[in-house]
Every structure is written in C-alpha cells, then in structure tokens.
C-alpha cells in the first residue's frame, strides 16, 4: 500500500506541520474522506499554535491574545456543534460585541466612527465636519483616482481628523507599521463603514451604538475550558496514531520530500499541508527572494491575575488605546470575557506586588479571591522596538495611570507570552510575491495555508484558518478550488457560505496507514506524552528557548512561559 517503515523511518502520503486550527481543518477533513495514511506534528504539548492558551501556577488562564470566536461558513458551523451540544454537555455562550476606544480620557463606544459623539466637543467637531467634507467631495468627484495605499483610502473615507485622532495612531501601535505603506483593498472587508444617516440621529440624540456590522458584532466561547478545549476535543477527535504533538521538525528538504524530527525519525512524503510561517518556509526553500514584501508584527501579551472585584464588568470585548501614553494598544477584560479563566474566590493566594510597588515589604500571607484578570497586548516590528525587559512593569504603569487599575490593587499572578508572529501586514505589492510563492510552493506539492502561512491578513481569522485546510484538502485530493485563500472578498462574505459541502463520500482507493508500526517508531518517547490530555486538564507550555530550523518562527512564537506546572492540574 505503499507505506515503508524501518525503526526511525516512515513513508506516509500527506504531511501536516502544525496542530493549530489551520492543520486540525486539514486532518479532519482527510478523516472525513476516511484517509488514513496522514500525520500530523506539531512541536508544542498542546494543540491550538497561535490560537491556544495557557494557565499559570496559580490557575489563571489566558489564549494567547484576544480572538473572537465567529463563523462565516455552514462547516464550521457544523464542526462546532460536533464539540458544543447537549450529549457532550458542553456549550457555547454567545457574546454581543461590547468594545471600546480610550480617546483623550473618554471611553467612546466601538465603533468610533459611529460614535464621534462620544468624543470630547472640539475633537467631535473636527471629525464630523471632515466626514461630513470627505463624503462630500466623494459624491462630486467625476473620475477619483483610486487610493494607492491605506492611508490615502482612510483620509478619502473619514477626513482628516478621525485619522489623526484613531485611525493612523492605532493601527501603527496595533501593527508597527505606517499606514502610507499598506495596502487598502482589505478595508471594506474589516472595518465598519460611516452610515451618516444613522450616526448623526445618534449624534443629535446623545447616543452612542453599535450598529453590529461584520461577522463579528457577536461571537461565542467555551462556556468552559476556554478556546483551547475546542482544538483538544477536535485533536481528540482524531485518530490517536495519526496525530503527534511534542515532535519537533529540525529538518526539511522540499526536493526530496523529507523531513526529520528532533526525536530523530525520518519521514517522506508525498504531499505536505504547512501553516509554518510562509518566509520560514521559503527561507528553507531558499527561495528568500520571494519575501522581500511580507512583513510581519509581533506580538507580546501582558497577563495578569488580580484579587478583588472587576472594575469593568460590562467591558465582554476590548477597549482599544490609539495614544502614545499607553504601550499597549488593546486591552481585554479576559475574566469577563471567559468567567471560566479565574480561580474560584475560595481559593487562597498570595500577592506578588501592588500596583504600585510598595516600599514595605510584602507578606508572604495567602488570602482568598475574588479575582479578575487583564489581558494586555503589545505590538513589536521592523518600525516599532519594544523593551522586552521592562514590558510587564511598563504595562502596569500604564494601565493605572488610563484607570484600568489602582495603586493598591494586588496583582497574584502575572504572565507574559512572546509572540513572534503577531499580524501578517498587508503591504504594498505583497499580494503579487505571496501568490508567486503560493504558486511555487504548490508546484512542490506543498500547500502552506493558514494566518501565516498563507500570510493573508484579510483571511486570518479562525474560521478562516480551519477551512483553508479543509479547502487544501479537498484541492489535494480532489482538485476543487480554494475560495478562502484566492478569493478574499468570498470569504468575508456577510452571508453565510455553504461551501465547503460538510458531507463528503468516502474515497474508494483509501490509503491505509500502519499505525501500530508507526507507534514503534516512536518507541524512543512515552507514548502518553504524544497524546491530546482530557480536557479536564488545563495546558501549560514550558519555557524553551531553542529554535529549530524548519519550524522557524511557530516553535519559537511563545518563548516566555514563567509559570510551568505538570500537566497534572485538575481544575475544570
């Protein structure tokens, strides 16, 4: 059937490098077809890649930056309600869209381009009368040139004023990059639009709104287990032989079709499915040359975990920060988003500071909750440094001089993870060099999907990224086009999409694979330590700062976890 094996050596048809959403959308969609000669690696303990979470020593748990929860498509839908219904016992709570934007002390209601009455006088007035002349000068224009970069698109759309105040100041702190360098055919896919009717009845009115446009004006989460149970119930879902986590790639030769892991076993393939980062890919390609134009952000995010009640109870979103007095540019209520990610107040703990550091000594005394936590993001890039050593302490400060905390507040836990990979930008003339290297790396049988992989920002969301893979499945099997990664405007389409079918017949000539001989090939490793946990087992990733060659920047993308502990830890 052509499979070999011989001790560390393995033959297997399709490789997937990555257990987050992207290559769990891929593995379930070969198991659909009842494929089985398949594997999955991925380096961490845990499956999720950038969309998982952590918990801390003290049993606060974090994902890895805030992401909404929302779907476009009918599968993924379907693929949701395999994981969230009454026989599982777990569900999904829906989450109206509540976010904020701190502008010159005032919490405006998000959208601010719907809300500029919620501003203070003289910038309100500033901002409504550039609208009100930039959709001016827009119906009269006969023949307006096309905007050749973001920025000139944002001043032709909102004027002058809200650009300055929001616009520009927020997406270089959110990306680390000017808007004159990016693109502007994503917008209308991702940010809410002016409806001068309705926004200026609010602005008479005294009103602020969400008008609830997007996919995103309502999301869901885990009403337990947080956003890392949904991918350990679909890696659990899989076949156990089939899917390895804590196996490393240390080597990749796309000529030969081979891989070695750092355990040592050797694997050929036919066909590979990577949501590695695309320019870490290339780079072991040697084709470097194709990713002049793709820049990246990082991302560092901030955690904390806090005695006492939540300030901010009503704040389930974000409250975004465009001005320079505060490092972090959006800040998420995480203990009100997931009332699940807190210990229970009868647990006891111990403060590890203040707010603002007392010159008394602190006691070591353990006392209960309630608690709360804070989730803050920091952006890093090429444009913007960011001082790693400081970061904790400097979020902290800021954070209680905009109000977010108090001096005395005690801080019981704090976490920070390093993102390397926070946004694929999108820059000018990088969609030409990403579809070249998409072409290039297709004629290699490899199929690099995902929020990185296919370095799209545009198609980066989760449902995004579990249906490339499925859509690379049904392409690699079946010749089917991919409409999530070439046609962006299709896949933030409002409506909701019925393609991918959910329902696949399966494949008459079905591979098999020897999983029992390919177990013994792992016999240098406990098998257990391969396996996905129960879910009543919260993951915690360990500080490890080696980098390997061929996953690049996702091995690497948490570097600093200062809280281990076993996986051992019970909570629910």
């Not at 709104?209 to 996919?215: N, T, V």
Request: net charge negative; charged share 25%; aromatic share 8%.
């Amino acid at each position: 059937m052509g499979n070999t094996l011989d001790g560390q050596s393995a033959h297997v048809d399709v490789v997937i490098i990555g257990g987050g959403p992207t290559g769990l959308g891929a593995a379930y969609r070969l198991n659909q077809y009842g494929f089985e000669n398949w594997l999955l690696l991925d380096a961490e303990k845990h499956p999720g890649g950038l969309a998982g979470s952590v918990k801390t020593a003290e049993g606060f748990r974090f994902d890895h930056g805030y992401k909404a929860l929302t779907s476009r498509y009918e599968y993924f839908d379907k693929v949701l309600s395999s994981v969230y219904n009454e026989e599982t016992g777990r569900s999904l709570l829906t989450i109206p869209r509540n976010n904020y934007v701190y502008i010159r002390g005032n919490l405006v209601k998000y959208p601010v381009q719907n809300n500029l009455g919620g501003l203070p006088i003289a910038e309100k007035h500033s901002c409504v009368l550039d609208l009100v002349k930039a959709k001016l000068e827009e119906k009269d224009a006969d023949d307006k040139p096309a905007p050749s970069n973001l920025d000139e698109y944002l001043v032709q759309t909102w004027g002058e004023a809200l650009c300055n105040i929001f616009f520009r100041p927020y997406i270089f702190k959110a990306w680390a990059y000017p808007t004159g360098k990016l693109r502007s055919d994503w917008v209308d896919q991702k940010i809410p639009p002016a409806d001068l009717g309705a926004d200026f009845d609010s602005l008479m009115k005294g009103q602020q709104r969400d008008p609830g446009w997007g996919i995103d004006a309502s999301s869901a989460y885990p009403s337990k287990g947080g956003m890392i149970g949904l991918w350990r119930q679909l890696a659990k879902s899989l076949p156990t032989g089939n899917v390895r986590f804590k196996h490393e790639i240390s080597q990749l030769d796309i000529d030969e079709k081979k891989l070695v892991t750092k355990s040592g076993l050797e694997i050929t393939y036919k066909q590979l499915i990577s949501s590695m980062p695309l320019t870490s890919l290339l780079d072991l390609a040697n084709r470097s040359d194709l990713t002049e134009c793709m820049v990246h952000s990082s991302l560092f995010v901030v955690c904390l975990g806090l005695r006492g009640t939540c300030p901010l109870p009503d704040v389930t979103g974000c409250i975004f920060y465009p001005e320079s007095d505060t490092i972090f540019h959006r800040v998420c209520v995480f203990s009100t988003h997931d009332p699940d990610s807190i210990p229970a107040s009868d647990i006891y703990l111990s403060t590890i500071r203040l707010v603002k550091p007392d010159s008394e000594e602190l006691s070591n005394e353990e006392k209960p909750g309630p608690y709360w936590s804070l989730m803050m993001e920091i952006s890093g890039g090429p444009l913007k440094s960011v001082n790693e050593s400081t970061i904790a302490d400097d979020a902290i400060r800021d954070a209680c001089a905009v109000g977010l905390l108090k001096d005395d507040d005690e801080v019981v836990s704090i976490h920070l993870t390093e993102m390397t990979h926070g946004y694929p930008l999108p820059t000018i003339n990088s969609v030409e060099k990403v579809d070249e290297a998409l072409r290039w790396l297709k004629s290699k049988d490899i199929w690099s999907r995902g929020r990185f992989g296919a370095f799209r920002y545009e198609v980066g969301d989760l449902d995004h990224c579990f249906i490339q893979g499925v859509e690379a499945v049904d392409n690699m099997l079946k010749g089917i086009p991919e409409d999530c990664v070439f046609q962006t405007n299709v896949a933030n389409n409002q409506s909701k999409l019925s393609i991918p079918a959910f329902d696949v017949n399966i494949l008459d000539d079905v591979s098999q694979l020897n999983v029992a001989a390919l177990t013994e090939s792992f016999r240098s490793e406990s098998l257990t330590e391969s396996l996905v946990s129960d879910d009543a087992t919260d993951p915690v990733l360990p500080s490890d700062s080696e980098q390997s060659i061929a996953a690049g920047s996702i091995r690497s993308a948490i570097t600093a976890e200062p809280n281990p502990v076993s996986d051992s830890d019970s909570s629910p």
